[in-house]
Structure formats: structure tokens, C-alpha cells
């Protein structure tokens, strides 16, 4: 089981290095906080002059983040065969997949889990949902035709620990675990950025719970322009040889 | 003229909503054995509730007698983002006997299945659901090479983007924009909230008991007094149309506008058409883009009984 540190800087590494594979860097959630390229090389140097693997995240675009990509990637043409690729937007995936980066990996956001925390009650042993029901909420992308998965070139699904369990059977690639921030939903709505450019980047004032229990069986989490849970509890999967830290949530 | 995409669910609405401008109709007929399968919550077009479903393939093929009648063509929508390998079994089959009974295309965004299905079937017409969650013009060329023949933006999509995609693509694609319905705060396609489950109100709007944290460790809950904590809905804002942008969309090419709705009983799909056609009939009625907007905004007020406001707007002009 390979273990791997989502950070938002090779700071998070301080207190060292032990038991840690590889890093992840970079956003899922907003385009306006994509490294620059400079902080990318930084980061990648730092993962190779440590033994680390390097996995390049990126978020969820507009044309704006398109365009900041393709600058991205072509400066990166020379070092991407050494990085994976994680891609939160099939625009995203349309500029990368004719590169020569390492890997390419299905985000978060294109795995299609089914997140809500309400599901450990709605689909609870005894609920009237049948058994491929039940199956169907604790899948992801993973699951789906193996054939199709290779054709477009994707190695890796990126998923989420579901609090009412993840589906471990018929995985057509690998799977890569996020603990323990998991994201249920979000929106292009923010007070910076889009509603009120330019973007001045602290969207982690913007941050708050939210309760509602019992109805919602756990607390959610707002940062910024995105909806976390929290799930420290990592099952034994099978279909997983990866797990990623996140020691908060990055947006 | 831009054309309105309306949401049918039986054969007796077809007549109706053609007589009162549909030009494009879409329904969601739930593939044999499916339910039994996996119930209605894990539907396979995004309406967990059965009201919103076709009553079976007898009604289906009537609704589409009714509407080549009047030259108006039916989509079938298909559009849950994801496709397991045990729903093939279904879905496959599923495609074919609507092909086979006339469908003139489906509503779809799991790209696997579009690129599977649009190479078997080329005189489909293949619309990407705002499920597709495409907001740039690569997402769009994606799609496209994968042989979609429009796409069905979503609302969190801003004015100027939805110009300048049309710009881009109008011409080889059927550009779609929701207008009424929607929830354009939240991007619909990435929401992994679950629905279907129960009658209470959908997650994003519950007041929830809501606490600040404090910025720098989120896994700090920093203890606030009580007066800091409030109600608050997950979302709090919800505009209310997207009727005002009729105009722009005209000019920049979009094919057509759409409202959701296929729970709705037939009288209601007839006030949102009536709705959506006089909007219609004021781009006629109107010289310029300003005189639109005010004739538009008179219809508001008509409809809404007060004055619109900026944050009614799905696609509000930002400066």
C-alpha cells in the first residue's frame, strides 16, 4: 500500500519524511488556485530530491484555467514523463492526454461517488433499496466497463472514504483513497474569484460548519466553494493500493 | 427564432405543449427490469420519483407518433453521470429498442457510454446533459470528438462564457441553456448529495446550525460564543431565471432554452411554456437589447408580482 501526502506545501513534510511515497500537489476545486509553474517545479524537485513520486493535481476549469493549463503543461513537457496527472475536468484530461505525463488519474470529482452522509442510514441494512441499489451508492467510475476506462487512457480513479462504505469488487483499474477530508459538493460561487474578481485567494476565511443533526447523521465542513465530510476510519479495500493524507482540506 | 426544449412526460401533454411553441421535447423512460434492480432512487436519468418517469413503452411510442406529427423530436434522457458494468446489461439493450421505435436522440453524460453508443449509432442526435458539467471549450471539444452533436450547459456557466463558447461552437454543435428550474449556485454535474430518498428538503437548502473556523488548521474548531452562531441554508442564494439573457442568447447563436419539469403535472408545464413563449415573442416585439430587457422585466413583475432583482438572474451581467 503505497502512502502519499496531499499538501499544500513541502512544508507539510517538516516533521519528516517516514512511510511517505510520494506527494500530491496542486488544487481540485478552483482554478484560481493552481500553482504557478515555478511552485510546481519546486515542488516536483523537492519530491525527486527525496525519493518521491510527484502527482500534479488539477482542478476543475473554465477557459481561464484552460488556458493557464496548456502554459503549464507545455512548460512542464520536459519533466512530465515523470509525474502523474490527476484531472478534475475532461477539459482538463482533452490537454493532457496527448502529453507524455506518466499517468493519467481520474479526480475525485469525475469519480461520480455518491457522498452524502444521509446514505449510511438510507441505504442501511433493511431499507427497501435492493441489493444492486446498495451496491450502485458505494461505486464509483472505477466499476464501470474496464475496456472504456483503457481506451481513454486513464490508469488510476481517484476516490473518497464514503462513510456508508465504498463497493471493493469489479474495480477496472486501481483506486486511490483520500482521508480524511471528503468532498460532497461545491459551486463556482465564492467571494472572490468568479462573484468578485480578482481573486485575492482567502477563501480560507471563508470557512464554517454546518449541523444539522440528526438529519444529516455527521457535520459538514465549508471551505470556500466547496462542501467537505470528515472520515478518519480507512477500511481494508482491495481495489485500493493508495492512500492520500490530507492534512486539510485544499481548496 | 431560439427554440424551447420542454419536458414531457405523457402522451396527452404532447398536443398542448406543441399548440402552445415547444419545439423540442425530452422524457425519461426507465429501461425493463430496472427498478427492480435498483430501485427508483439510483435511477438512470436524474428523477428519482416516479411522477417524472414515462408510464411504460406503449405511452413512449405515442409520444413520439404525437410529436413527428407536429415535427417536434424527443429526447430520451440518459443522462446519470455514471454507468456501472452491471447497468450495461440494461442500458445497452434499452438503447437499442428506442432507436428501433424512433427516439430521435438521448440526453447523456457518462462519455463512455456516449463514445460506445454514437459510434453504433450515427444518425443519433447525442445532447450532452448539464450532468456532462462542461464549462470550457476543450470540455467541449471533448465531447464532441466523442460524437456529441450539442450540449446542455450548465448554470453555474457565466453570460460572457456562454458567448464566447457559442462564438466557438454554435455552428457545429446545438448549444442548450436552462432558463427556468434550475439551481444555477451549486454546479448540478459534481453535487453528490443523494436524493429520492425521503420528501425532506434537499441538503443544499436545510438551515443548518452553523459555526466560523478559525482559518489557519481546519482540524481546529475553534469555540465561538453562541451568539456567533447562525441559521443558515448551505445555499444561500437562488435566482430565479434565466429569461432575462433571451436576447443574448438569440445573438450569440444558443439553439435553444429549457426548462426542468418533468414532475410537473401538465397544467404547470403549461404556465412555464406560456411563460417562456411571451418571453419569446418579446425578442420580436423589441429593437434592441435594452428594449428587451425592459419589456422583459415588465413580464417579471407581471409573473413574479415585484420588480426583478440582479440576484434573480441565472446569468446576471457582471461588469
Known amino acids: 500500500m503505497e502512502r502519499f501526502i496531499f499538501m499544500r506545501d513541502k512544508k507539510a513534510l517538516a516533521g519528516g519524511k517516514e512511510n511517505i511515497q510520494g506527494i500530491y500537489y496542486g488544487n481540485e476545486f478552483c482554478e484560481y488556485h493552481i500553482p504557478s509553474i515555478e511552485q510546481i517545479i519546486d515542488h516536483y524537485e523537492f519530491a525527486e530530491k527525496n525519493g518521491l513520486k510527484f502527482v500534479l493535481v488539477t482542478p476543475l476549469i473554465s477557459d481561464y484555467g484552460a488556458n493557464l493549463l496548456r502554459k503549464t503543461f507545455s512548460r512542464l513537457e520536459s ?32 469519480s461520480r461517488q455518491k457522498r452524502d452522509p444521509r446514505l449510511t442510514k438510507f441505504i442501511s441494512p433493511g431499507s427497501k433499496v435492493p441489493k444492486f441499489g446498495v451496491d450502485y451508492f458505494k461505486k464509483s467510475v472505477a466499476n464501470s466497463p474496464p475496456q472504456f476506462l483503457k481506451e481513454f487512457g486513464i490508469s488510476r480513479v481517484e476516490i473518497d472514504n464514503l462513510l456508508h462504505g465504498n463497493f471493493d469488487e469489479d474495480c477496472a483499474v486501481s483506486c486511490s483513497l483520500y482521508y480524511p477530508w471528503g468532498y460532497i459538493s461545491m459551486s463556482r460561487w465564492c467571494h472572490g474569484g468568479l462573484t468578485n474578481p480578482p481573486c485575492n485567494k482567502d477563501c480560507c476565511k471563508d470557512s464554517c460548519t454546518l449541523d444539522d443533526r440528526p438529519i444529516m447523521p455527521v457535520e459538514l465542513y465549508h471551505f470556500g466553494n466547496v ?20 492534512p486539510e482540506p485544499i481548496i | 427564432m431560439i427554440k424551447i426544449e420542454c419536458p414531457v412526460t405523457q402522451s396527452r401533454e404532447v398536443k398542448i405543449l406543441a399548440r402552445m411553441g415547444a419545439d423540442i421535447f425530452y422524457c425519461g423512460l426507465i429501461p425493463d427490469g430496472w427498478l427492480d434492480k435498483y430501485g427508483t432512487a439510483a435511477a438512470p436519468n436524474r428523477k428519482e420519483e416516479l411522477v417524472s418517469q414515462v408510464k411504460g413503452k406503449e405511452d413512449f411510442k405515442k409520444i413520439l407518433a404525437l410529436s413527428h406529427k407536429e415535427n417536434i423530436p424527443v429526447y430520451n434522457t440518459l443522462n446519470s453521470p455514471m454507468y456501472t458494468l452491471d447497468q450495461y446489461d440494461l442500458v445497452l439493450p434499452f438503447v437499442d429498442e428506442l432507436v428501433s421505435m424512433g427516439v430521435d436522440g438521448f440526453i447523456i453524460a457518462d ?16 445532447m450532452i446533459s448539464t450532468m456532462g458539467g462542461v464549462l470550457n471549450a476543450e470540455a467541449c471539444h471533448f465531447y464532441k470528438e466523442l460524437g456529441a452533436t450539442g450540449i446542455t450547459l450548465p448554470t453555474s456557466v457565466t453570460l460572457e462564457e456562454i458567448k464566447d463558447l457559442s462564438s466557438r461552437f454554435s455552428r457545429s454543435l446545438d448549444l442548450v441553456a436552462f432558463v427556468l428550474n434550475e439551481n444555477p449556485v451549486g454546479i448540478n454535474a459534481y453535487c453528490a448529495f443523494a436524493h429520492g430518498f425521503d420528501d425532506s428538503i434537499t441538503p443544499c437548502r436545510r438551515l443548518y446550525h452553523s459555526r466560523p473556523l478559525g482559518c489557519k488548521s481546519c482540524s481546529q474548531v475553534v469555540d465561538v460564543p453562541s451568539s456567533q452562531v447562525v441559521e443558515r441554508p448551505a445555499v444561500y442564494i437562488e435566482p430565479s431565471t434565466g429569461l432575462d439573457s433571451l436576447w443574448d442568447f438569440q445573438e450569440c447563436g444558443i439553439c435553444a432554452v429549457k426548462f426542468s419539469g418533468r414532475f410537473f403535472p401538465l397544467e404547470e408545464k403549461m404556465q412555464y411554456m406560456q411563460y417562456i413563449s411571451k418571453a419569446r415573442s418579446l425578442l420580436e416585439e423589441s429593437a434592441s437589447r435594452d428594449e428587451f430587457i425592459k419589456k422583459y422585466g415588465l413580464l417579471f413583475h407581471h409573473i413574479h408580482k415585484r420588480p426583478m432583482a440582479i440576484e434573480d438572474s441565472y446569468y446576471p451581467v457582471r461588469s
Not at chain 1, 84 to 108: C, P, W
Not at chain 2, 114 to 125: D, E, P
Request: overall charge positive.
Open chain 1, 79 to 110: 519533466i512530465c514523463s515523470k509525474m502523474e496527472l490527476v484531472f478534475n475536468d475532461y477539459g482538463a484530461y482533452h490537454i493532457a492526454h496527448s502529453m507524455k505525463f506518466k499517468s493519467l488519474a481520474l479526480g475525485r470529482i469525475l
Open chain 2, 111 to 126: 462519455p463512455f457510454l456516449l463514445k460506445f453508443l454514437s459510434l453504433k449509432y450515427k444518425s443519433i442526435r447525442w
Open chain 1, 227 to 246: 462542501l467537505f465530510f470528515k472520515n478518519s476510519k480507512i477500511p481494508f479495500l482491495k481495489s485500493v493500493d493508495r492512500l492520500v493524507y490530507m
